[in-house]
C-alpha cells in the first residue's frame, strides 16, 4: 500500500522506478541517524544504483557507538558525531545540528532512524525539507515503540511511514506508506525485519517525491 500523500490518484508502487531527469541537479542531502544504520545505507545504495538524484554530504549521528558511523566510512561520507549528552538542551543540539548541515551544503534533511525529538530550531531552517521514517501506518503507533505498540494490540497490518516532519512527533504530511501483515507465527523481531524491508524500499522514492511537491 504506496500512496503519495494529498494525492490519492497517483499512486506509487514499491517497485517501480522513478525517472532521473539528468539536468537536474542532484538533491544535497543531510541525514541523521541514531543505530544501526540500515535506512542510512539503503539511500546510499539507491543512489548508486541510479534510483534517487542525490548525494549525501553528511551523516551526523548522536550515539558515539551508532553503526552508521561505520557504514558511512564505508561509504565514504563524512561523519559528524553530536553526543546529545554534551548538550544542555534540545535548541543547543538542534543548533549545531543546523550549523553542520550548513557547513557541509545540505538542502534536505533525512532522518533515518533518529531517536531525538526535534525542534522548531531545525525544522524552520529547513522548511518543509525534513524527512522522517517510522515503523507505523501513521497516525497510528506514534513513539519510540511503534512495533512492539502494534504487536501488542493485536492488529493484523501495520508496517511504515515516510513523512514530512512537524513539531509534533510523527506527525506532518504523509509522502508514502509501505503495508506489512502481521503473521500468526510473527515474533517482534520477525516484524521489524519485514518492516525496515518495505522501509529500505520506500524510503528514496519517498525523497524523490518530496522534492517534486
Same mark, same amino acid.
Given at each position: 500500500?504506496?500512496?503519495?500523500s494529498?494525492?490519492?490518484?497517483?499512486?506509487?508502487?514499491?517497485?517501480? %522506478?522513478?525517472?532521473?531527469?539528468?539536468?537536474?541537479?542532484?538533491?544535497?542531502l543531510?541525514?541523521?541517524?541514531?543505530?544501526?544504520?540500515?535506512?542510512? %545505507?539503503?539511500?546510499?545504495?539507491?543512489?548508486?544504483?541510479?534510483?534517487?538524484?542525490?548525494?549525501?554530504?553528511?551523516?551526523?549521528?548522536?550515539?558515539?557507538?551508532?553503526?552508521?558511523? %561505520?557504514?558511512?566510512?564505508?561509504?565514504?561520507?563524512?561523519?559528524?558525531?553530536?553526543?546529545?549528552? *554534551?548538550?544542555?538542551?534540545?535548541?543547543?543540539?538542534?543548533?549545531?545540528i543546523?550549523?553542520?548541515?550548513?557547513?557541509?551544503?545540505?538542502?534536505?534533511?533525512?532522518?533515518?532512524g533518529?531517536?531525538?525529538?526535534?525542534?522548531?530550531?531545525?525544522?524552520?531552517?529547513?522548511?518543509?525539507?525534513?524527512?522522517?521514517?517510522?515503523?507505523?501506518?501513521?497516525?497510528?503507533?506514534?513513539?519510540?515503540?511503534?512495533?512492539?505498540?502494534?504487536?501488542?494490540?493485536?492488529?493484523?497490518?501495520?508496517?511504515?511511514?515516510?513523512?514530512?516532519?512537524?513539531?509534533?512527533?510523527d506527525?506532518?504530511?504523509?509522502?508514502?506508506?509501505?503495508?506489512?501483515?502481521?503473521?500468526?507465527? *510473527?515474533?517482534?523481531?520477525?516484524?521489524?525485519?519485514?518492516?525496515?524491508?518495505?522501509?529500505?524500499?520506500?524510503?528514496?522514492?519517498?525523497?524523490?517525491?518530496?522534492?517534486?511537491?
Open positions: 500500500m504506496i500512496a503519495a494529498n494525492d490519492p490518484p497517483s499512486l506509487i508502487s514499491p517497485n517501480s %522506478e522513478l525517472p532521473l531527469n539528468p539536468d537536474i541537479a542532484p538533491l544535497k543531510g541525514v541523521l541517524a541514531s543505530g544501526s544504520g540500515s535506512n542510512f %545505507e539503503a539511500i546510499a545504495q539507491a543512489i548508486v544504483n541510479r534510483q534517487l538524484n542525490a548525494k549525501i554530504h553528511v551523516l551526523i549521528y548522536n550515539n558515539p557507538n551508532a553503526k552508521a558511523a %561505520e557504514r558511512a566510512a564505508r561509504w565514504h561520507i563524512p561523519a559528524v558525531l553530536l553526543n546529545h549528552r *554534551d548538550f544542555t538542551s534540545r535548541e543547543a543540539l538542534d543548533g549545531a543546523v550549523q553542520t548541515l550548513s557547513d557541509h551544503d545540505v538542502e534536505w534533511v533525512i532522518m533515518a533518529w531517536m531525538r525529538i526535534v525542534t522548531n530550531g531545525l525544522i524552520n531552517a529547513f522548511r518543509d525539507r525534513v524527512i522522517n521514517i517510522h515503523p507505523s501506518l501513521l497516525p497510528s503507533f506514534k513513539g519510540a515503540h511503534a512495533i512492539q505498540q502494534a504487536f501488542d494490540a493485536g492488529v493484523k497490518i501495520t508496517g511504515c511511514t515516510v513523512h514530512l516532519v512537524r513539531l509534533e512527533v506527525s506532518g504530511p504523509i509522502l508514502m506508506q509501505a503495508a506489512v501483515p502481521i503473521l500468526p507465527d *510473527d515474533t517482534l523481531e520477525t516484524l521489524q525485519t519485514r518492516i525496515q524491508v518495505q522501509e529500505h524500499r520506500i524510503f528514496p522514492r519517498a525523497i524523490a517525491i518530496a522534492a517534486q511537491l
